[in-house]
């Protein structure tokens, strides 16, 4: 039984870091319907822009709550700045072309990032400064919850929060939600289609730098690849979901992080992946939208 | 320009001789880029360093060695096309391989049937050698680490109870553990858990959480630094207390700075000590050092015994064919290396006594040796 808490715990824990990037993910596809597969490399920038910032300030002489939020900021700056580099200059001028000429254009961006990466920053791992001391929150027995856990998930429901607000009750959101739907005729009634995708990009870039600093904070070992397996599991989930849906991703992430753990525990954990993506296509035979894909009248 | 052509091409062909001539060939390829790039950096850095040696020595033959490195990305595909390249395209008459197993079992059968000596500095999957009689090796092979430990779990630590957790998709790490498993077993121990994870993975929270519901007295995780530092965190984390131990794979300064404190104390299998009192060991310490301002690990040491016993072969044989150095490879015996007395078997792999080292900090304790 405690095994068992133990188990929930810590997929919940997981799910939670796959949320971040499913949100990712999710919003663009929402507002333009393509896969940002480089969405993933944009993560590990905003990894390493935290890492130099980081060693540069001398962070790990003073952890705290201070040094976190500022790190974060600073891999959100970064990430966002790359998401509108990467949409002005190699998502734009193909607006017209065909669907899959973007896509393509999409794992080009990635595989771009994630070998400049290794030239750059070099192949091996670096270890991520220790920002926050992690502690235990509360014990029952040999049952632990720890403050890191808490923290990945507050922040994943509380930045799924915020996007939905975005989205749905500032104009900003009803301007992206008029290009999601119709972007010529968007486009017709006065809305620059131009700056709300640049826009869109922007934010879903910058959570991936929020992301990346609690996936660092988590587990102390960055690389240029790092963002590869990662964002496969985080693009599963937003499809599970429903890809569109903000709390789909939200969902979807959580039941991939707990069904990997549970496929551990009660399984194989020699067949972890297979079944965890077996559940997933179970799933979608079921609802081929994604859990909460067909509800929504709106995608967003 | 047409009239241009054969004129150019003899030139080249005149230009290519002359190179081949005053230079001795030697293609190397290791992953320079990718996941597991520090180790071909390693590699990389003893073999250089070798070549350099001899060269500035004078050279083989009277020529200069001349060294391609390709690099293979970490991916085995690209062993392979690195290996016909070298061949093919830079004509190398011998070629000094990668750190990976998987690697070497993709680019050795391409040497093989090219007729190319292949030495591995530390591959030390047994089926790599298999490939044919091109192939050799101057590690020692994994069931002799599983063994190693095995033996030093058993008999010096008195473990009892057991879990494994091997990384599934490294050949290393599975041959290790099976290896350790049955030698464990055999010794009366108990294995009480046998998990996998996949490199790449950073949480381990799952497995860890199973392997605590056994209380065993260790846990034998034959994989990468990489992975083994995030393990060892989660493990002390959960509160497993029982000693973690590892082979080759560990010998890296990023494990400590990884794992922190969790990887105090621990201990795993390796090639050679820092720690060794032998001058030769002592010399190469020095001279590394120098040359690259850190600390070599057992991959730069083993890459600079491989470089140096082909570079031997070389000079032994009659010529410079395949054959012929091949034979020479065959023949090496007690060669002084870094990394122990070498000796190549009837199955081209080297016979050699392995150390258990103790994790502290940035040090790395010697424990003890243990002999085939």
């Given at each position: 039984?405690?095994?068992?808490?133990?188990?929930?715990?810590?997929?919940i824990?997981?799910g939670?870091?796959?949320?971040?990037?499913?949100?990712?993910?999710?919003m663009?596809?929402?507002?333009?319907?393509m896969?940002?597969?480089?969405?993933?490399?944009v993560y590990m920038?905003?990894?390493?822009?935290?890492?130099?910032?980081?060693?540069?300030l001398?962070i790990?002489?003073?952890?705290?709550?201070?040094?976190?939020?500022?790190?974060?900021l600073?891999?959100?700056?970064a990430?966002?700045?790359?998401?509108?580099?990467?949409?002005?200059f190699a998502?734009?001028?193909?607006?017209?072309?065909?669907?899959?000429?973007?896509?393509?254009?999409?794992?080009?961006?990635?595989?771009?990032?994630?070998?400049?990466?290794?030239?750059?920053f070099g192949?091996?791992?670096?270890v991520?400064?220790?920002v926050?001391?992690d502690?235990?929150?509360?014990?029952f027995?040999?049952?632990?919850?720890?403050?890191?856990?808490?923290?990945?998930?507050?922040?994943?429901l509380?930045?799924?929060?915020c996007?939905?607000?975005?989205?749905?009750?500032?104009?900003?959101g009803?301007?992206?939600?008029?290009?999601?739907s119709?972007?010529?005729?968007?486009s017709m009634?006065?809305?620059?289609?131009?700056?709300?995708?640049?826009f869109?990009?922007?934010?879903?870039?910058?959570?991936?730098?929020?992301?990346?600093v609690?996936?660092?904070?988590?587990y102390p070992?960055?690389?240029?690849?790092?963002?590869?397996m990662?964002?496969?599991?985080?693009f599963?989930?937003?499809?599970?979901?429903?890809?569109?849906?903000?709390g789909?991703?939200?969902?979807g992430?959580?039941?991939?992080?707990l069904?990997?753990?549970?496929?551990?525990?009660?399984?194989?954990?020699?067949?972890?992946d297979?079944?965890a993506?077996?559940?997933l296509?179970v799933?979608?035979i079921?609802?081929?939208a994604g859990?909460?894909g067909?509800?929504s009248?709106?995608?967003? | 320009?047409?009239?241009?052509?054969p004129?150019?091409?003899?030139l080249?062909?005149?230009?290519a001789c002359t190179?081949n001539?005053?230079?001795?060939?030697?293609?190397?390829?290791?992953?320079?880029?990718?996941?597991?790039?520090?180790?071909?950096?390693?590699?990389?850095?003893?073999?250089?360093?070798?070549?350099?040696?001899?060269?500035?020595?004078?050279?083989?033959?009277g020529?200069?060695i001349?060294?391609?490195?390709?690099?293979?990305?970490?991916?085995n595909e690209?062993?392979?096309?690195?290996?016909t390249?070298?061949i093919?395209h830079?004509?190398?008459i011998?070629?000094?391989?990668?750190?990976?197993?998987?690697?070497?079992?993709?680019?050795?059968?391409?040497?093989?049937?090219?007729?190319?000596?292949?030495?591995?500095p530390?591959?030390t999957?047994p089926d790599?050698?298999k490939?044919g009689?091109?192939?050799?090796?101057?590690?020692?092979?994994?069931?002799?680490?599983?063994?190693v430990?095995?033996?030093?779990a058993r008999?010096?630590?008195?473990?009892?109870?057991?879990a494994?957790?091997?990384?599934?998709?490294?050949?290393?790490?599975?041959?290790?553990?099976?290896?350790?498993?049955r030698?464990?077993a055999d010794?009366?121990?108990?294995?009480?858990?046998d998990?996998?994870?996949?490199?790449g993975?950073?949480d381990?929270?799952?497995?860890?959480?199973?392997?605590?519901s056994k209380?065993?007295?260790?846990i034998?995780?034959?994989?990468?630094?990489?992975?083994?530092?995030?393990?060892a965190?989660?493990?002390r984390q959960?509160g497993?207390?029982?000693?973690?131990?590892g082979?080759?794979?560990w010998?890296?300064?990023?494990?400590s700075?990884?794992?922190?404190?969790?990887?105090?104390?621990?201990y795993?299998?390796?090639?050679?000590?820092t720690?060794?009192?032998?001058?030769?060991?002592?010399?190469?310490?020095?001279?590394?050092?120098?040359k690259?301002?850190?600390?070599?690990?057992?991959?730069?040491?083993?890459?600079?015994?491989?470089?140096?016993i082909?570079?031997?072969?070389?000079e032994?044989a009659?010529?410079?064919?395949?054959?012929?150095?091949?034979?020479?490879?065959?023949?090496?015996k007690?060669?002084?290396?870094?990394?122990?007395?070498?000796?190549?078997?009837e199955?081209r792999d080297?016979?050699?006594s392995a150390?258990?080292?103790?994790v502290?900090?940035?040090?790395r304790?010697?424990?003890?040796?243990?002999?085939?």
């Amino acid at each position: 039984m405690h095994d068992f808490v133990q188990h929930i715990i810590n997929g919940i824990s997981l799910g939670s870091i796959y949320a971040l990037i499913a949100l990712g993910y999710t919003m663009v596809y929402g507002i333009l319907k393509m896969i940002n597969f480089a969405h993933s490399d944009v993560y590990m920038i905003g990894a390493f822009a935290a890492y130099y910032v980081a060693r540069w300030l001398g962070i790990e002489a003073q952890p705290g709550i201070a040094s976190l939020l500022m790190l974060i900021l600073v891999s959100m700056l970064a990430c966002g700045f790359l998401g509108f580099l990467i949409e002005r200059f190699a998502y734009r001028p193909l607006r017209k072309a065909p669907k899959l000429n973007i896509l393509i254009t999409a794992i080009g961006v990635s595989l771009f990032l994630q070998y400049s990466g290794q030239v750059v920053f070099g192949a091996d791992p670096k270890v991520f400064p220790e920002v926050m001391t992690d502690y235990v929150l509360l014990t029952f027995g040999p049952v632990e919850l720890r403050s890191f856990d808490l923290t990945v998930l507050g922040v994943s429901l509380v930045a799924m929060l915020c996007l939905e607000f975005l989205i749905k009750k500032t104009k900003v959101g009803r301007a992206m939600r008029a290009v999601s739907s119709n972007a010529l005729v968007a486009s017709m009634l006065g809305v620059n289609t131009d700056k709300i995708i640049a826009f869109t990009f922007v934010v879903g870039s910058s959570l991936a730098g929020v992301g990346s600093v609690l996936v660092g904070m988590k587990y102390p070992k960055i690389d240029p690849l790092m963002g590869m397996m990662i964002g496969l599991k985080a693009f599963v989930a937003a499809v599970l979901g429903g890809i569109g849906n903000i709390g789909g991703a939200v969902l979807g992430a959580l039941i991939m992080g707990l069904s990997e753990e549970m496929v551990v525990a009660y399984l194989s954990s020699t067949y972890r992946d297979a079944f965890a993506f077996g559940i997933l296509i179970v799933i979608l035979i079921f609802k081929p939208a994604g859990l909460l894909g067909k509800y929504s009248v709106e995608k967003v | 320009m047409k009239r241009l052509l054969p004129i150019l091409c003899v030139l080249f062909f005149l230009g290519a001789c002359t190179k081949n001539t005053n230079e001795i060939v030697i293609g190397e390829y290791d992953s320079l880029t990718g996941s597991d790039a520090t180790f071909g950096l390693s590699s990389n850095k003893g073999v250089r360093m070798a070549f350099d040696e001899i060269n500035d020595a004078g050279g083989i033959k009277g020529k200069k060695i001349s060294l391609i490195t390709l690099d293979d990305q970490g991916k085995n595909e690209e062993a392979a096309s690195a290996t016909t390249r070298l061949i093919t395209h830079n004509k190398v008459i011998a070629i000094i391989g990668g750190v990976a197993s998987g690697r070497s079992k993709a680019a050795a059968p391409i040497a093989q049937a090219h007729k190319v000596p292949f030495v591995s500095p530390s591959s030390t999957n047994p089926d790599v050698t298999k490939a044919g009689d091109y192939i050799f090796r101057v590690c020692f092979i994994d069931p002799f680490q599983g063994l190693v430990m095995a033996k030093f779990a058993r008999e010096n630590l008195n473990l009892k109870k057991v879990a494994i957790l091997r990384d599934v998709k490294n050949d290393y790490s599975v041959g290790l553990s099976n290896v350790f498993k049955r030698e464990f077993a055999d010794r009366g121990g108990q294995i009480v858990a046998d998990l996998s994870y996949q490199a790449g993975d950073i949480d381990f929270k799952a497995q860890l959480t199973e392997i605590r519901s056994k209380s065993p007295d260790g846990i034998y995780i034959p994989g990468y630094y990489t992975e083994v530092g995030l393990i060892a965190q989660q493990a002390r984390q959960l509160g497993i207390k029982a000693p973690l131990m590892g082979g080759d794979g560990w010998d890296s300064d990023k494990l400590s700075e990884i794992g922190k404190q969790a990887i105090d104390g621990n201990y795993y299998s390796n090639h050679y000590t820092t720690e060794s009192a032998d001058p030769a060991v002592t010399e190469f310490i020095k001279k590394f050092k120098a040359k690259y301002n850190e600390t070599p690990d057992a991959l730069a040491a083993l890459g600079y015994d491989a470089a140096r016993i082909l570079a031997q072969a070389i000079e032994r044989a009659p010529d410079l064919s395949g054959k012929a150095i091949r034979d020479e490879l065959a023949k090496t015996k007690d060669f002084p290396g870094v990394t122990g007395k070498i000796t190549l078997n009837e199955n081209r792999d080297a016979v050699k006594s392995a150390v258990i080292i103790q994790v502290e900090g940035k040090n790395r304790k010697f424990i003890t040796t243990i002999n085939p």
